[in-house]
């Protein structure tokens, strides 16, 4: 997890305004405004939005942790 703040600091020093960390073996997303605690956890049942920073966009969570195939 140490890893993980390091890069989140780096990302809003930045300037980045929005960050999702998936977690794919556990199959949820935590959304971020800062780099402090996140805003959101994000289940299987729920959406990712990206806000007013990616205008429109929308994708469900589930869609992340499909199994391809090919």
Do not use: C
Request: proline share 4%; hydrophobic share 45%; glycine share 4%.
């Amino acid at each position: 997890m140490v890893e993980i703040h390091d890069k989140l600091v780096e990302f809003f020093e930045n300037g980045a305004r929005l960050v999702w960390v998936i977690y794919p073996k556990k199959q949820y997303v935590l959304v971020y405004r800062s780099s402090q605690d996140p805003d959101r956890l994000l289940k299987s049942a729920d959406s990712l939005d990206g806000e007013e920073i990616v205008s429109g966009f929308t994708l469900p969570v589930a869609e992340l942790f499909q199994k391809l195939a090919f």
